[in-house]
Each structure stands twice: as C-alpha cells, then as structure tokens.
C-alpha cells in the first residue's frame, strides 16, 4: 500500500510569535522532521495557507472583530486576523521544518470570496486544489495527517482525505489546536473519530 504523508500548514503565522498561533506550534516540527527521517513515504506533500491580502476571511476586510462570524457566500465564516498573506514572511513554511524529502506544494484559500480550511478543497465544495489528483496518481492508498490545527485545517484534511477514500491516520503528537473554545481539541479529536480517522498516539 503505498502512502504519503500530508504536513498542514506548518508556516510562520500560526507558529510561536505569528499573527494567529497556535499554542504550542514551534513543539510538533521535531517530531514531524522525526517521521520523514524514520518512514519510508512514497510522497511527502505540504499544504500552504496563501491567502490575497483582501481575502474575506479577514476580520479587517469586513469591519469585523477577530473571533465574530459572519456569513460568507452561504456559508459561516469566523473572522480572522490577516495571515499568511501570499509573498510574506507570515505565509512561510517554517525555517526548523525539513524540506528536504518534499515531493509537492498544494496551496490554498487563494480565493478572495471562500476560505479553504481542507488540504483537499474550499469550504464550500466548489474548488478543489488539485490534492487528489495528485495522490490518486501516484497511486497513493495510505495517508499520515500531520500540522496546524487541529481543529480547524488539519480536521478538514483529514475529514475530507476519508471521504475521497484513502486510509487516514492522524498523529496526535504532530498536531495542536487552536482551541477558540476550550473544547474545540477535544470535538475535534471525536468527529474525526466518527468519520474514520485513525488516530495515533
């Protein structure tokens, strides 16, 4: 069975000092180097958050505050800080994460009008990014889930990987959420669960 594993949105802005990080983000990169350098992965694919500095999931394009929703093309948007803008620092892969054995970059949430949580597609199910064509290419059947966060574009990954139909694992030690809510890690953890998502210690 071949595999790959998918590493979410390992970039600047949502690791420690970013404009949204997330707790803990800077202690999954040894451990996510740690898998390349140990498993054999037939590929090895990063997800990248590049977003148009006017997209509208920005709470600043909306006159909105972080953390209030909105609705956005019939679909419920949280407001965000502005991050990972394409061609800035913020919306860099980190510098401690190796690169070295990367086969492919899917970038996503390019879209102005709809954000992109899922490696695999936008919210809305209109677009997808290309992930799957290129798995299903390769012959891919097995994939290992890695990244940031866990609550938010690594469920969606994940969710969406079970739904196209491949094996999907989960590390638990190469993930940390958000937690917007305190329990948000913990709902996570159980709809991924429900939809099939193996998760490893």
């Given at each position: 069975m071949k595999k790959a594993l998918i590493i979410v949105d390992v970039q600047n802005d949502f690791c420690e000092g970013g404009a949204l990080a997330v707790p803990g983000a800077n202690e999954i990169i040894p451990y996510i180097n740690l898998l390349m350098e140990e498993n054999?992965?037939?590929q090895i694919v990063l997800t990248q958050d590049w977003h148009p500095a006017n997209h509208k999931s920005f709470a600043s394009n909306n006159g909105q505050k972080v953390g209030e929703?909105?609705?956005?093309?019939?679909?419920?948007?949280f407001m965000w800080p502005d991050h990972c803008v394409q061609g800035t620092f913020g919306a860099e892969f980190h510098k401690d994460l190796n690169r070295d054995k990367v086969t492919h970059i899917i970038q996503k949430g390019k879209n102005t009008e709809i954000d992109a949580y899922s490696g695999f597609q936008d919210n809305n199910h209109f677009m997808k990014t290309g992930l799957d064509d290129f798995l299903k290419y390769h012959e891919i059947q097995l994939l290992e889930i890695v990244g940031l966060a866990m609550d938010y574009c690594v469920k969606f990954t994940c969710t969406d990987a079970v739904a196209n139909g491949y094996v999907t694992c989960l590390h638990f030690n190469g993930t940390r959420a958000v937690n917007v809510k305190p329990d948000n890690a913990r709902d996570a953890i159980f709809e991924m669960l429900q939809k099939g998502v193996t998760v490893l210690g």
């Open positions: 054999e992965y037939d929703s909105i609705i956005l093309n019939g679909v419920p948007q």
